[in-house]
């Protein structure tokens, strides 16, 4: 039975068109022996956002993971890392000369294929689009930061869907 209920199909849409972007993207960096999360690493560290911790708020991802993906753009020697001289939990990272160069060209290509992709709309459109989506990404940290409320909602469905 196919779902017709707006609201799911919307989240559908983002999901399905997030994966698409994403893997598009990692075949685009893959030349550069990274993925679209690594290049997203890249931007934020050169952006300001040095540290296994603000990367992982700024992506919303775990700090293990960060702690990977930053290893491998070190082993390809895109980044350096240096331990905090009070807190040795605390790892702040640079780009290094390759990094800052190998981020240029990317960004170049990135630009670009961007262009490409979102021409056939207009500039109205890509307004529109930019507002619901950057409203849909506040509401959804907002949602995403209170976990025990999540739980509770999720219990209280739960429960409704017991008693029917």
Same mark, same amino acid.
């Given at each position: 039975?196919?779902?017709t209920n707006p609201n799911i199909l919307i989240n559908d849409k983002l999901l399905v068109t997030a994966r698409v972007l994403e893997k598009a993207g990692n075949i685009l960096f893959s030349q550069f022996n990274m993925t679209t999360r690594a290049y997203e690493i890249?931007?934020?560290?050169?952006a300001g956002k040095n540290t296994t911790v603000k990367l992982a708020t700024m992506l919303q991802s775990s700090l293990?993971?960060?702690t990977h993906k930053t290893k491998l753009l070190e082993s390809h020697g895109y980044l350096k890392r240096?331990?905090?001289?009070t807190d040795k939990r605390i790892w702040y990272f640079s780009l290094t000369p390759q990094g800052e160069k190998v981020l240029e060209?990317?960004?170049?290509i990135y630009e670009k294929a961007t262009e490409k992709l979102y021409s056939q709309f207009s500039k109205q459109q890509k307004k529109q689009f930019l507002q619901f989506l950057s409203a849909v990404e506040e509401h959804?940290?907002?949602?995403?930061?209170? #976990? +025990?409320?999540?739980?509770?909602?999720?219990?209280?469905?739960?429960?409704? #869907? +017991?008693?029917?």
């Open positions: 039975m196919k779902n890249l931007i934020h560290i050169h293990a993971n960060i240096m331990a905090s001289d060209t990317i960004r170049f959804l940290k907002g949602i995403s930061e209170n #976990k +025990k409320q999540i739980k509770q909602f999720v219990e209280s469905l739960v429960k409704v #869907k +017991k008693n029917n």
